[in-house]
């Protein structure tokens, strides 16, 4: 047990002293942290990450003072956003899409595409992602691609690391070249 002189977390000016000394380097990693654990929580990544620091400036999580300031954020971060898509999924009510007397309010796929582009995406989308109806993981990746993700994006979306990443990866790419006429994407 430390001895009651001996510091076990770190102070709030502490926290936020070490907060305002991060470098650009250290906030664009943030950010891209950020970003990729707000998947799927229904938060912008700066919210997640502004409640990570904001929870450890008020002391509700407690930044011990051998582990970096950085790193406790990442681990906060990482804690909310599993928490919010826990409660996501526990919340999640399952209700017919379409209701007599109730038009179908959604947003077309981009609003500069025109009524014929946004029909030939999601045709196109819809055909991509059939392909992968007998793989969920797979379907979750192709969507993820689909969406921009970068490597460590998906990565966390499929909760897949090395090779067995590299084999799903392999997978996708396999099928999707049965799309094109030349064996090609182009």
């Given at each position: 047990?430390?001895?009651?002189?001996?510091?076990?977390?770190?102070?709030?000016?502490?926290?936020?002293?070490?907060?305002?000394?991060?470098?650009?380097?250290?906030?664009?990693?943030?950010?891209?942290?950020?970003?990729?654990?707000?998947?799927?929580?229904?938060?912008?990544?700066?919210?997640?990450q502004?409640?990570?620091?904001?929870?450890?400036?008020?002391?509700t999580?407690?930044?011990?003072?051998?582990?970096?300031?950085?790193?406790?954020?990442?681990?906060?971060?990482?804690?909310?956003?599993?928490?919010?898509?826990?409660?996501?999924?526990?919340?999640?009510?399952?209700?017919?899409?379409?209701?007599?007397?109730?038009?179908?309010?959604?947003?077309?796929?981009?609003?500069?595409?025109?009524?014929?582009?946004?029909?030939?995406?999601?045709?196109?989308?819809?055909?991509?992602?059939?392909?992968?109806?007998?793989?969920?993981?797979?379907?979750?990746?192709?969507?993820?691609?689909?969406?921009?993700?970068?490597?460590?994006?998906l990565?966390?979306?499929?909760?897949?690391?090395?090779?067995a990443?590299?084999?799903?990866?392999?997978?996708?790419?396999?099928?999707?070249?049965?799309?094109?006429?030349?064996?090609?994407?182009?």
């Open positions: 047990m430390p001895a009651d002189d001996e510091k076990t977390s770190r102070t709030r000016d502490d926290v936020e002293a070490a907060v305002r000394a991060f470098s650009v380097a250290d906030w664009s990693r943030l950010h891209k942290v950020a970003k990729a654990f707000s998947f799927k929580t229904g938060w912008e990544f700066e919210d997640l502004q409640e990570a620091i904001m929870r450890t400036l008020q002391g999580r407690i930044c011990p003072v051998d582990v970096d300031v950085m790193k406790h954020l990442i681990d906060t971060m990482s804690s909310i956003a599993d928490g919010e898509r826990d409660k996501a999924h526990n919340q999640a009510t399952h209700l017919p899409t379409a209701q007599p007397g109730i038009e179908d309010a959604e947003d077309p796929v981009s609003p500069e595409w025109s009524a014929e582009d946004n029909l030939a995406y999601e045709g196109g989308r819809t055909e991509i992602l059939a392909m992968f109806d007998d793989d969920p993981v797979a379907r979750d990746m192709v969507e993820g691609i689909l969406a921009g993700f970068d490597t460590e994006q990565k966390e979306l499929t909760g897949l690391q090395g090779t990443y590299n084999t799903k990866r392999t997978l996708v790419r396999r099928r999707l070249l049965k799309l094109s006429p030349k064996g090609r994407i182009p």
